[in-house]
Protein backbone atom coordinates (compact mmCIF):
# COMPACT_ATOMS: atom_id res chain seq x y z
CA UNK A 1 0.00 0.00 0.00
CA UNK A 2 0.98 3.47 -1.04
CA UNK A 3 1.27 5.15 2.60
CA UNK A 4 2.75 1.77 4.37
CA UNK A 5 5.59 2.58 2.14
CA UNK A 6 5.85 6.36 3.03
CA UNK A 7 5.59 5.75 6.71
CA UNK A 8 8.33 3.30 6.66
CA UNK A 9 10.44 5.85 4.69
CA UNK A 10 9.66 8.65 7.02
CA UNK A 11 10.32 6.41 10.06
CA UNK A 12 13.98 6.84 8.96
CA UNK A 13 13.81 10.62 10.11
CA UNK A 14 12.23 9.50 13.58
CA UNK A 15 8.77 10.73 13.17
CA UNK A 16 7.61 12.23 16.80
CA UNK A 17 4.12 10.90 17.45
CA UNK A 18 2.25 11.32 20.86
CA UNK A 19 -0.81 10.58 22.47
CA UNK A 20 -2.79 12.13 25.03
CA UNK A 21 -4.59 11.08 27.51
CA UNK A 22 -6.07 11.93 30.92
CA UNK A 23 -6.42 9.70 34.05
CA UNK A 24 -10.10 10.77 34.43
CA UNK A 25 -11.34 10.98 30.45
CA UNK A 26 -9.46 8.83 28.61
CA UNK A 27 -8.24 5.70 30.90
CA UNK A 28 -4.90 3.73 31.06
CA UNK A 29 -6.89 0.93 29.12
CA UNK A 30 -7.50 3.51 26.28
CA UNK A 31 -4.08 4.90 26.41
CA UNK A 32 -2.32 1.72 25.90
CA UNK A 33 -4.40 0.77 23.12
CA UNK A 34 -3.15 3.09 21.39
CA UNK A 35 0.84 2.58 21.94
CA UNK A 36 0.12 -0.99 21.78
CA UNK A 37 -1.67 -0.06 17.76
CA UNK A 38 1.74 1.57 17.16
CA UNK A 39 3.82 -1.37 18.19
CA UNK A 40 1.91 -3.34 16.14
CA UNK A 41 1.18 -1.65 13.44
CA UNK A 42 4.18 0.61 13.04
CA UNK A 43 6.92 -1.27 15.44
CA UNK A 44 7.06 2.10 16.89
CA UNK A 45 7.14 3.40 20.38
CA UNK A 46 5.22 6.24 20.59
CA UNK A 47 5.41 9.45 23.75
CA UNK A 48 2.01 9.97 25.91
CA UNK A 49 1.62 12.96 27.74
CA UNK A 50 -0.84 13.49 30.10
CA UNK A 51 -3.19 16.78 29.08
CA UNK A 52 -2.88 18.66 32.57
CA UNK A 53 0.91 18.96 31.52
CA UNK A 54 -0.26 20.31 28.57
CA UNK A 55 1.81 23.52 26.89
CA UNK A 56 2.95 24.49 23.87
CA UNK A 57 6.30 23.95 24.55
CA UNK A 58 5.90 20.33 25.03
CA UNK A 59 3.85 19.36 22.30
CA UNK A 60 5.98 21.56 19.38
CA UNK A 61 8.66 18.98 18.79
CA UNK A 62 5.93 16.43 18.23
CA UNK A 63 5.09 15.58 14.30
CA UNK A 64 1.24 14.26 15.38
CA UNK A 65 -0.59 14.92 17.83
CA UNK A 66 -3.34 11.96 19.21
CA UNK A 67 -6.19 12.55 20.88
CA UNK A 68 -8.14 9.55 21.63
CA UNK A 69 -11.41 8.37 22.87
CA UNK A 70 -13.25 8.75 26.39
CA UNK A 71 -15.18 11.08 27.53
CA UNK A 72 -14.43 14.78 25.38
CA UNK A 73 -15.87 16.61 28.46
CA UNK A 74 -13.99 14.97 31.37
CA UNK A 75 -10.40 15.61 28.87
CA UNK A 76 -11.32 19.43 28.40
CA UNK A 77 -11.79 19.92 32.52
CA UNK A 78 -8.54 18.31 32.69
CA UNK A 79 -7.02 20.59 30.13
CA UNK A 80 -4.02 22.79 31.72
CA UNK A 81 -4.53 26.54 31.87
CA UNK A 82 -3.68 26.76 28.46
CA UNK A 83 -3.83 23.31 26.98
CA UNK A 84 -6.54 24.08 24.06
CA UNK A 85 -5.02 27.17 23.40
CA UNK A 86 -1.82 25.31 23.42
CA UNK A 87 -2.84 22.74 20.25
CA UNK A 88 -4.81 25.51 18.55
CA UNK A 89 -1.34 27.51 18.62
CA UNK A 90 0.18 24.08 18.02
CA UNK A 91 -1.88 23.15 14.42
CA UNK A 92 -2.25 26.60 13.54
CA UNK A 93 2.11 26.85 13.13
CA UNK A 94 2.15 23.91 11.18
CA UNK A 95 1.40 20.85 13.32
CA UNK A 96 -0.94 17.53 12.86
CA UNK A 97 -3.88 16.56 15.14
CA UNK A 98 -6.15 13.56 15.24
CA UNK A 99 -8.89 13.12 17.10
CA UNK A 100 -10.85 9.82 17.50
CA UNK A 101 -14.04 9.26 19.04
CA UNK A 102 -14.26 11.54 21.98
CA UNK A 103 -11.28 13.90 20.58
CA UNK A 104 -13.64 14.16 17.41
CA UNK A 105 -15.85 15.69 19.44
CA UNK A 106 -12.82 17.96 21.07
CA UNK A 107 -11.74 18.93 17.78
CA UNK A 108 -14.86 19.65 16.22
CA UNK A 109 -17.59 22.96 16.63
CA UNK A 110 -20.32 21.41 18.59
CA UNK A 111 -19.56 22.89 21.88
CA UNK A 112 -18.53 26.34 22.61
CA UNK A 113 -15.88 24.47 25.01
CA UNK A 114 -14.66 22.43 21.66
CA UNK A 115 -11.10 23.78 19.98
CA UNK A 116 -13.28 24.43 16.28
CA UNK A 117 -9.87 22.97 14.39
CA UNK A 118 -12.72 21.38 12.06
CA UNK A 119 -15.80 23.34 11.76
CA UNK A 120 -18.43 20.38 11.77
CA UNK A 121 -21.47 19.98 14.71
CA UNK A 122 -23.39 17.15 15.60
CA UNK A 123 -27.19 16.98 16.68
CA UNK A 124 -26.62 17.93 19.98
CA UNK A 125 -29.99 16.29 21.67
CA UNK A 126 -29.31 13.37 19.53
CA UNK A 127 -26.21 12.73 21.35
CA UNK A 128 -27.51 12.43 24.66
CA UNK A 129 -29.87 9.03 23.69
CA UNK A 130 -27.15 7.55 21.82
CA UNK A 131 -26.27 3.78 22.97
CA UNK A 132 -23.54 3.67 24.96
CA UNK A 133 -22.76 0.22 24.39
CA UNK A 134 -20.26 -0.69 21.97
CA UNK A 135 -21.90 -1.80 18.51
CA UNK A 136 -20.57 -2.74 15.00
CA UNK A 137 -21.83 -0.48 11.84
CA UNK A 138 -21.33 -0.36 8.47
CA UNK A 139 -19.55 2.64 6.61
CA UNK A 140 -18.91 4.09 3.58
CA UNK A 141 -16.05 6.27 1.89
CA UNK A 142 -16.41 9.60 0.05
CA UNK A 143 -13.85 9.26 -3.25
CA UNK A 144 -11.36 11.50 -0.92
CA UNK A 145 -11.72 9.15 1.92
CA UNK A 146 -10.39 5.99 -0.18
CA UNK A 147 -7.45 8.08 -0.82
CA UNK A 148 -7.11 8.59 2.92
CA UNK A 149 -7.97 4.73 4.35
CA UNK A 150 -7.66 3.09 0.97
CA UNK A 151 -10.24 0.45 1.99
CA UNK A 152 -10.27 -2.78 0.37
CA UNK A 153 -14.46 -2.72 0.65
CA UNK A 154 -16.95 -0.48 -0.35
CA UNK A 155 -18.23 -0.50 2.78
CA UNK A 156 -16.56 -1.62 5.99
CA UNK A 157 -17.96 -2.59 9.25
CA UNK A 158 -16.56 -1.07 11.96
CA UNK A 159 -16.33 -0.84 16.24
CA UNK A 160 -18.68 2.38 17.26
CA UNK A 161 -19.08 3.41 21.24
CA UNK A 162 -21.39 6.68 21.10
CA UNK A 163 -19.23 8.69 18.53
CA UNK A 164 -20.26 12.22 17.49
CA UNK A 165 -22.53 11.54 14.16
CA UNK A 166 -21.61 14.66 13.04
CA UNK A 167 -23.66 17.02 9.85
CA UNK A 168 -22.42 17.44 6.52
CA UNK A 169 -20.54 20.54 5.91
CA UNK A 170 -19.32 21.70 2.59
CA UNK A 171 -16.51 23.38 3.87
CA UNK A 172 -14.36 20.78 5.57
CA UNK A 173 -13.16 17.78 3.71
CA UNK A 174 -15.98 14.49 3.97
CA UNK A 175 -14.19 11.38 4.23
CA UNK A 176 -16.60 8.86 5.99
CA UNK A 177 -19.91 8.11 6.33
CA UNK A 178 -22.51 6.37 8.40
CA UNK A 179 -23.83 3.53 6.30
CA UNK A 180 -26.66 2.58 8.39
CA UNK A 181 -28.91 4.01 11.38
CA UNK A 182 -28.42 3.52 15.01
CA UNK A 183 -31.70 2.24 17.11
CA UNK A 184 -31.77 5.04 19.72
CA UNK A 185 -33.19 5.08 23.38
CA UNK A 186 -35.98 7.47 22.21
CA UNK A 187 -37.13 4.77 19.70
CA UNK A 188 -36.01 6.76 16.82
CA UNK A 189 -32.85 5.94 14.22
CA UNK A 190 -30.34 7.88 13.42
CA UNK A 191 -27.29 8.25 11.65
CA UNK A 192 -27.39 6.97 8.17
CA UNK A 193 -26.04 9.48 6.13
CA UNK A 194 -24.18 11.34 8.38
CA UNK A 195 -20.43 12.51 8.77
CA UNK A 196 -18.09 9.68 11.06
CA UNK A 197 -14.61 11.24 9.55
CA UNK A 198 -13.62 14.57 7.99
CA UNK A 199 -10.06 16.73 7.67
CA UNK A 200 -9.14 20.10 6.56
CA UNK A 201 -6.60 22.73 6.76
CA UNK A 202 -6.09 24.55 10.33
CA UNK A 203 -3.70 27.73 10.03
CA UNK A 204 -0.41 26.11 8.60
CA UNK A 205 -1.28 22.62 10.31
CA UNK A 206 -3.44 20.17 9.48
CA UNK A 207 -6.25 18.23 11.38
CA UNK A 208 -8.69 14.84 11.12
CA UNK A 209 -11.27 13.66 12.86
CA UNK A 210 -12.72 9.88 13.42
CA UNK A 211 -16.40 8.85 14.74
CA UNK A 212 -15.72 5.41 14.77
CA UNK A 213 -12.39 3.15 16.80
CA UNK A 214 -11.11 1.85 14.11
CA UNK A 215 -8.52 0.67 16.60
CA UNK A 216 -10.82 -1.36 18.33
CA UNK A 217 -12.01 -3.17 15.24
CA UNK A 218 -10.31 -6.53 14.38
CA UNK A 219 -8.70 -6.93 11.30
CA UNK A 220 -9.62 -2.81 9.96
CA UNK A 221 -6.23 -1.73 11.89
CA UNK A 222 -5.02 -1.43 7.71
CA UNK A 223 -7.30 1.68 7.75
CA UNK A 224 -6.43 3.87 10.70
CA UNK A 225 -2.94 2.59 9.37
CA UNK A 226 -3.16 4.28 6.22
CA UNK A 227 -4.87 7.54 7.82
CA UNK A 228 -1.85 8.20 10.00
CA UNK A 229 0.72 8.03 6.89
CA UNK A 230 -1.89 10.16 5.59
CA UNK A 231 -1.42 12.94 7.89
CA UNK A 232 1.93 12.39 8.23
CA UNK A 233 2.94 13.13 4.96
CA UNK A 234 0.51 16.28 4.08
Not at 23 to 30: K, R
Not at 144 to 166: A, Q, T
Request: proline content about 3%; some cysteine.
Amino acid sequence: MKYVKLFEEYLKVNPKICVLYSQEGVNFGSKSLWLNFFREQFNYECTSINVKDLSFNKILKFDLLIIPGGDSAEIIENFSDTGAEDIKRYVKEGGKVLGVCAGAVILSQSWDWCLGIIPVEFNRNKHSVLPTEKVLLDFSFSKEGKKVFLPEEDKINLCYIKGPIFKRNSDVEELMFFAEDLELSDTSNYGKGYLASAMNKYGKGFAMLISPHIERTDGKGYLLKNAINYILNK
